[in-house]
């Protein structure tokens, strides 16, 4: 079983940056691939960026490429997501989430943990 507590959302202008943080609970937190994705209003859930358990690999949506970058602690059960150039469309609940594999895709099916996620506005 594994806990995920998000935090470090608030409301930034564009432009701007933020760092979200996951906190982990569990002994197991290296052996989990990390993914964030992210939920505006009216909207399906999307797929921001995933990590292997080990950092060695990172995906990143299309829309944040350059912008963003997740990196992960295993020392400290925490997986972080730098957002910056933020743009008013990257407003939207942001969800981590872990899945028991070395590396998992886009696909939120392949998660087995979820957050409670964290709200990010960005305003223009």
């Known amino acids: 079983q594994v806990q995920l507590v998000e935090s470090g959302g608030g409301l930034v202008q564009a432009g701007g940056s933020l760092r979200l943080s996951c906190a982990a609970s569990g002994r197991t937190f290296s052996s989990y691939a990390m993914g964030w994705f992210r939920q505006a209003p009216g909207k399906e859930r999307e797929f921001v960026v995933a990590i292997s358990w080990n950092g060695g690999r990172t995906s990143y949506a299309d829309s944040v490429k350059g912008r963003f970058t997740i990196s992960r602690d295993n020392t400290k059960n925490t997986v972080y997501l730098k957002m910056n150039s933020l743009k008013p469309e990257d407003t939207a609940v942001y969800y981590c989430?872990?899945?028991?594999?070395?590396?998992?895709?886009?696909?939120?099916?392949?998660?087995?943990?979820w957050g409670q996620g964290t709200q990010v506005t960005v305003s223009s």
């Open positions: 989430a872990a899945a028991p594999t070395y590396y998992s895709s886009s696909s939120a099916d392949e998660y087995d943990y």
